[in-house]
């Protein structure tokens, strides 16, 4: 029988690339989606319609449950987070109660449906659970690059729900003997990305400077440097550590950082516009506590797991710029469509 595989966030870039390449891998996909109308469950429906969805929500515990029962998964992907880092100043609590609670909740699911009530050693028939951690749990860093052994040290409300997550996962997997990972993915970006990122917000910026829709791109901090890379090679990382004989955490990023300045330079370069012209650094943009330089290193990833990033930086770069010309010149919203194929 195939594999079967339940999904949160499947409406967000990095679920709508995990399903699509889950079900190439053979499996049963399932997506975690909100009861309410959601204009991008319809996108889902739509785009992935080999998907099979469930209601549940990463707020309510029972749901979960039922989610879990229902589905009987072989593998869970909590990708659901509130992950817009500036949002998460705004809206702290809820960041809290979606990104960190909501990684218990769903632990907590997969443990009661499994039957765990003690300590016991994980076997082959459980649950594997994946977590999607992040780097901005690492935030003002102690070393350069970040490895699974680098101190965190979060700077956001983002950040620090992150970090609960992820240490929650380690709790679950050494007091319950649970198959669960974490995956600490660098900064991963694509044409479906969110318009509200500032790799889109760059992206879709220049298109609308291309095509005379806009004049200029306004900007915080262009000195921040991230380690940028396709979230098409990310999600394969994510299906690699649930194959892995023993449950472990793995860094996954490219191991080369960018500043902001060097990206608008290169989306500016793809649409052959001098970006000088146009850009006009802003400093109420600027973050309260900056995160001024994420690397990864993912030297234990490439060895235990195999896995290299295929696509490079300049690649993504010019992809996503031409993706929203395209998008922006057939009339499209970012906002609505963002740039699903």
């Not at 204009?39 to 209601?55: A, E, F, G, N």
């Not at 994510?238 to 449950?247: F, T, V």
């Not at 960018?258 to 973050?287: G, I, K, N, P, T």
Request: hydrophobic residues 40%; proline residues 4%.
């Amino acid at each position: 029988m195939a594999r079967r595989a339940l999904i949160t966030g499947i409406t967000g870039q990095d679920g709508s690339y995990l399903a699509e390449w889950l079900l190439s891998q053979g499996y049963e996909v399932w997506g975690l989606a909100r009861g309410q109308a959601n204009p991008r469950v319809s996108r889902v429906r739509k785009l992935l319609q080999d998907v099979q969805l469930v209601r549940g929500d990463l707020l309510d515990q029972g749901s979960l449950i039922s989610a879990v029962e229902k589905v009987q998964p072989d593998e869970v992907y909590n990708l659901g987070a509130i992950s817009f880092v500036p949002m998460s100043w705004e809206q702290a609590e809820l960041t809290a109660e979606v990104t960190g609670m909501g990684v218990l909740r769903m632990l907590e699911a997969i443990r009661v449906c499994s039957g765990i009530s003690s300590s016991r050693t994980a076997g082959s028939g459980q649950i594997r659970f994946y977590q999607a951690s992040s780097s901005e749990m690492f935030g003002q860093v102690r070393e350069t690059p970040q490895s699974e052994t680098t101190p965190f040290h979060p700077r956001s409300p983002y950040g620090v729900a992150k970090a609960y997550g992820h240490f929650l996962t380690q709790n679950y997997r050494e007091s319950y003997g649970m198959y669960a990972v974490s995956g600490i993915l660098f900064n991963h970006e694509s044409p479906r990305r969110g318009a509200e990122f500032v790799t889109r917000k760059v992206s879709l910026g220049v298109a609308r400077i291309k095509l005379g829709l806009a004049a200029e791109l306004r900007l915080g901090n262009m000195e921040a440097r991230r380690d940028w890379g396709y979230a098409g090679d990310y999600v394969r990382a994510m299906h690699l550590m649930l194959q892995a004989g023993a449950p472990e955490d793995y860094v996954i990023g490219t191991g080369r950082t960018h500043s902001v300045r060097e990206l608008v330079e290169a989306a500016f370069s793809a649409a052959d516009l001098d970006w000088e012209r146009y850009v006009v650094c802003d400093q109420s943009l600027h973050r309260p506590a900056e995160v001024d330089l994420l690397c990864a290193d993912p030297k234990k990833a490439r060895v235990q797991l195999g896995w290299e990033p295929t696509v490079s930086f300049e690649e993504l770069v010019a992809m996503m710029v031409e993706s929203d010309v395209k998008l922006l010149s057939s009339g499209g919203d970012p906002d609505q469509d963002s740039s699903w194929p």
